[in-house]
């Protein structure tokens, strides 16, 4: 699904993404339509806009990753600047790329968001890595006397955790395991659940913070 407010842009992305053999299930122009349509056709990946009238882009991403944590968003903008960068990682975008790249590296950074990894146009992904490590700096909230005990993940889970906090694709930690990219897929989706967490992103400063990345 490809979200933009601009309908040249919007449809020659769609259209460029249709040629290669992707199945364009919606297009919206605005927020509010973005968040309608994914909900009635259930995309896998969501190429979005930030800059959308009616609500931000980093709303429905939010809103749409919270409802589906499988969704995988590749955000597609003009801006290079940190602060949007970071924002659309934590509401749960799984990559950003710039309007600038050329249509080869949309087309590639769409297929690898689909399987699960992380894409960033050059010089990003470092800055993203940096504000996961300072995120997990933050000194913790104490723990009440009536939390709840951390729940157990099996070793399986542990290892997967372990590797995705190295900053590993899903593709190279099945490699690296020798089990499939949809087991890989299946511990990730088990462990969110677990952890009662949302995205990616909660994931990996979840695992920084218990210093998995450094095992």
């Known amino acids: 699904m490809v979200v933009d407010d601009h309908p040249m842009w919007r449809d020659a992305v769609a259209r460029d993404l249709a040629e290669s053999g992707f ?11 973005a968040v309608r349509r994914a909900h009635a056709t259930g995309p896998d ?13 980093v709303l429905v991403c939010k809103e749409l990753v919270g409802a589906n944590p499988a969704l995988r968003v590749l955000v597609l903008s003009a801006s290079g600047e940190h602060a949007d960068v ?17 249509t080869e590296e949309l087309i590639d950074a769409v297929r690898r968001t689909a399987v699960g990894d992380p894409v960033f146009t050059p010089g990003l992904a470092g800055l993203v890595l940096g504000e996961y490590r300072r995120l997990a700096s933050e000194p913790a909230p104490a723990p009440g006397a009536d939390e709840p005990k951390a729940p157990q993940l099996t070793e399986r889970e542990t290892e997967v955790l372990r590797l995705v906090a190295k900053g590993l694709s899903y593709k190279q930690i099945a490699e690296r395991l020798v089990i499939s990219h949809r087991t890989v897929q299946n511990h ?16 990996v400063r979840y695992a920084i913070e218990r210093g998995l990345d450094d095992e």
């Open 23 to 33: 199945d364009v299930v919606a297009t919206a122009g605005d927020g509010e339509q």
């Open 86 to 102: 970071l924002e659309a990682v934590k509401s749960g975008a799984t990559g950003y790329l710039l309007k600038s790249a050329s």
């Open 188 to 203: 990730v989706q088990n462990t969110l659940g677990k952890l009662q967490l949302h995205n990616r992103v909660e994931l």
């Open 45 to 57: 990946v969501l190429v979005l806009d930030l800059n959308l009238p009616a609500k931000p882009g």
